[in-house]
């Protein structure tokens, strides 16, 4: 669900992307989040009422965590990295 909804949403906003215009990027990125949550919601939908015995706690379970992985991913990269936020142009 999560890579289907996430592959739309970076397909929709960066396909032909034209740095001069931020102003529709910016109505790119509205639409295509409407789009992957009704993609989620729909997929969601779905698996709820074609299978059976579905634990329904784990599955939100599991969304959230893959939700959420990215960000901690990130942030102990960051860490890791030793950068803490700053940009390499300023150490010049």
């Known amino acids: 669900m999560c890579l289907l909804a996430n592959g739309l949403f970076a397909a929709s906003v960066f396909r032909q992307y034209r740095a001069q215009y931020p102003e529709r990027l ?5 639409r295509a989040e409407a789009a992957k949550l009704a993609l989620i919601i729909g997929l969601f939908v779905v698996a709820f009422v074609t299978l059976d015995g579905l634990n329904i706690p ?3 379970a599991a969304y959230l965590v893959t939700q959420i992985a990215s960000t901690l991913i990130a942030a102990q990269w960051d860490t890791q990295s030793g950068d803490h936020g700053k ?3 300023d150490e010049n």
């Open 58 to 60: 784990a599955l939100l």
């Open 26 to 30: 910016l109505l790119r990125l509205y």
């Open 87 to 89: 940009n390499r142009h």
